[in-house]
């Protein structure tokens, strides 16, 4: 079996890397240590005032087998990290063991102990998305939803029209202009496209449990509407 080299680097400018000993979530791997600490913040606010405590927890999650972005808003920031894959062979095990290995990493981070997230946001598929290796990017996202949906957590799956609308105004923003108005809203220059659209996905879900990170214009926040939110979330 040909081995494929695991790389973490979850960036966390607020706190210490996740502990060694974190606990971990479904998958039969051995984690690697967390990476080295880098940062991203944010201002809570609830309906337009200064928030009194920081809120609710919530992860943001762009899936892809190669480079998955995550976001995790706690404590008054929203850290972001990359769940990175190295080489892999064509077998079906060591396809399936990729699947495994970005699943048990997302759950790591979940089990830290910052406390249970009131809100999952995941970025829908792209049905007109052009790469390839559509048949494996399609399974792990059910896997993923999958062992949310097991262990009953809240799970908000987000278009991504509807989160490109959120962020820039517009739907068929590109990457370039998520990036830009990361910086523009929250000074953030974030140059990990994955990164930012989980940025993206915990805003969206903070400003669902109004918790916004920042006054958002009603006519980006009208893409609230077109996601699938769970019942408990609100």
Same mark, same amino acid.
């Not at 996740?18 to 944010?42: E, F, K, N, S």
């Not at 759950?107 to 998305?129: F, K, M, Q, T």
């Given at each position: 079996?040909?081995?494929?080299?695991?790389?973490?680097?979850?960036?966390? $400018?607020?706190?210490? &890397?996740? #502990?060694?000993?974190?606990?971990?979530?479904? &998958?039969?791997?051995?984690?690697? #240590?967390?990476? #080295? &600490?880098?940062?991203?913040? $944010?201002?809570?606010?609830r309906e337009g005032k200064p928030a009194a405590d920081p809120g609710p927890r919530v992860i943001g999650l762009d899936l892809s087998l190669a480079a998955t972005g995550i976001a995790d808003a706690r404590d008054g920031?929203?850290?972001?990290?990359?769940?990175?894959? /190295?080489?892999?062979? #064509?077998?079906?095990?060591?396809r399936m063991r990729r699947i495994w290995y970005i699943t048990r990493?997302?759950?790591?981070?979940?089990? *830290?102990?910052?406390? @249970?997230?009131?809100?999952?946001?995941?970025?829908?598929?792209?049905?007109?998305?052009q790469g390839g290796q559509a048949h494996e990017r399609a399974g792990l996202w059910w896997h993923v939803v999958h062992t949310f949906l097991t262990d009953c957590q809240p799970v908000a799956v987000v278009?991504? *029209? *509807?989160?490109?609308?959120?962020?820039?105004?517009? /739907?068929?923003?590109?990457?370039?202009?998520? $990036?830009?108005?990361?910086?523009?809203? @929250?000074?953030?220059?974030?140059?990990?496209?994955?990164?930012?659209?989980?940025?993206?996905? @915990? @805003?969206?879900?903070?400003?669902?449990l109004r918790w916004t990170p920042f006054p958002v214009p009603q006519t980006h926040r009208q893409a609230l509407d077109k996601v699938a939110w769970p019942k408990a979330s609100t």
């Open positions: 079996m040909t081995g494929m080299e695991p790389m973490f680097d979850f960036t966390d $400018r607020a706190s210490a &890397a996740l #502990p060694a000993d974190a606990q971990a979530g479904p &998958a039969p791997t051995t984690p690697p #240590p967390a990476g #080295p &600490a880098t940062p991203t913040a $944010r201002t809570g606010t920031q929203i850290h972001t990290g990359t769940i990175r894959t /190295g080489t892999y062979g #064509p077998g079906l095990d060591e990493e997302i759950w790591r981070i979940i089990d *830290a102990p910052h406390g @249970a997230p009131a809100l999952i946001v995941i970025e829908g598929p792209s049905y007109n998305s278009p991504p *029209a *509807a989160l490109k609308k959120y962020a820039t105004g517009k /739907g068929t923003a590109t990457k370039p202009d998520m $990036r830009m108005a990361l910086f523009k809203r @929250a000074g953030l220059d974030l140059r990990d496209d994955g990164q930012v659209d989980a940025w993206w996905l @915990a @805003a969206i879900g903070l400003d669902h």
